[in-house]
């Protein structure tokens, strides 16, 4: 089982980011994908969530309307376009896919929003 996120980097505020994560080795299009963050010093917080086939979204109060999670089951991939990035935005970003008691994680990517 492997998830492996990729796209972060540094951006200025107002800038956009787009998070991509790929997925192998289990039941991809069965599982819920999240996006979770985590700044230094702060728990991990849930940023997105999308349903198995995508007809569903959630999110965060803090990024409602400048995030957008996205998946393609066809391709085993899960996407965070984030634009009007904020300072505070600042975290590693992870995805997880979710089904039942099932609970993987890849290893992050970092996010830096700053002048």
């Known amino acids: 089982v492997q998830l492996v996120e990729s796209g972060g980097g540094l951006v200025q505020p107002g800038g956009s980011l787009r998070l991509s994560c790929a997925a192998s080795g289990f039941g991809f299009s069965g599982y819920l994908l999240s996006w979770y963050r985590q700044a230094p010093g702060r728990e991990r917080e849930l940023v997105a969530t999308i349903t198995t086939v995508g007809d569903s979204t959630d999110y965060a109060g803090s990024v409602k309307g400048r995030f957008t999670i996205s998946r393609d089951n066809g391709r085993n991939m899960v996407y965070l376009q984030m634009n009007s990035l904020k300072p505070e935005d600042t975290a590693v970003y992870y995805c997880?896919?979710?089904?039942?008691?099932?609970?993987?994680w890849g290893q992050g990517t970092q996010v830096t929003v700053s002048s």
């Open positions: 997880q896919a979710a089904r039942r008691l099932l609970n993987y």
